[in-house]
């Protein structure tokens, strides 16, 4: 069974930082990884995704990485604003599988 | 399109109440999944159809949870003999087919809770 763990659970940094958040994933057998974003009280978003072949994908300030033989991926965001403050999620699809593994997220605060 | 649209988005419900909540995908979005959340955690899987069919359920659906995606459209949740247990957000999902189908949508949510 997959286990996917994101460390931190939280994270309080000052407007204009750069944010680094993991996540680690037991099976390396991923046909891909997503991260989400929820706001609190709302569904999710999807800020970026890397198939299983791929290094990292970026949007914008968004930055992910993904090493698949080590079972893990970061979520760098680049000068941080207030209104990055949310819980981050990431979630892993086997192949040959639809569902998606989720870790429990990092919520994050970005103080201005 | 407006994306994926859960009703009602909050329920309260006594102990042993049943509840259904319903799910309406992005238009030809051919796979629905349903997920439930509880505070402090990521979301569980609970189930997934393709069109009208029900590939996938979870050991998280209890007998007393069904769902159903008739004419593979929109999809309905229901919860028999509600427990304060399942008091959690109930979310539903969906993608297309096909590369597209790598990323799915989630609707906003539709919040259980059981007193």
């Known amino acids: 069974k997959q286990e996917v763990t994101q460390i931190p659970a939280a994270l309080s940094v000052p407007e204009g930082e750069n944010l680094v958040l993991n996540c680690s994933f037991t099976?390396?057998?991923?046909?891909?990884l997503q991260w989400f974003r929820q706001d609190p009280g709302k569904g999710l978003t999807s800020l970026l995704l890397?198939?299983?072949?791929?290094r990292e994908q970026t949007s914008g300030r968004l930055n992910a990485s993904l090493d698949k033989s080590s079972g893990r991926s970061t979520l760098y965001i680049a000068a941080s604003q207030p209104g990055d403050s949310a819980t981050y999620l990431c979630?892993?699809?086997?192949?040959?599988?639809?569902?998606?593994?989720f870790g429990a997220g990092t919520t994050v605060t970005v103080r201005a | 399109d407006t994306g994926v649209s859960q009703d009602p988005r909050h329920k309260i419900t006594k102990r042993g109440q049943n509840v259904t909540f319903r799910c309406d995908p992005i238009s030809e979005h051919n796979r629905l999944y349903w997920y439930r959340q509880t505070l402090g955690q990521g979301p569980e899987f609970l189930t997934y159809?393709?069109?009208?069919?029900?590939?996938?359920k979870s050991r998280l659906l209890s007998d007393r949870f069904s769902a159903e995606r008739p004419k593979g459209s929109f999809s309905t949740l229901e919860i028999q003999r509600t427990e304060q247990g399942d008091s959690a957000m109930y979310l539903c999902?969906?993608?297309?087919?096909?590369?597209?189908?790598?990323?799915?949508?989630f609707g906003e949510g539709s919040w259980l809770t059981v007193v």
């Open positions: 890397i198939q299983s072949s791929q």
């Open positions: 999902a969906s993608s297309p087919t096909g590369a597209a189908g790598n990323t799915i949508y």
């Open positions: 099976d390396s057998a991923i046909y891909n």
């Open positions: 159809f393709q069109n009208e069919a029900q590939l996938e």
């Open positions: 979630a892993v699809r086997g192949f040959n599988d639809y569902k998606l593994s």
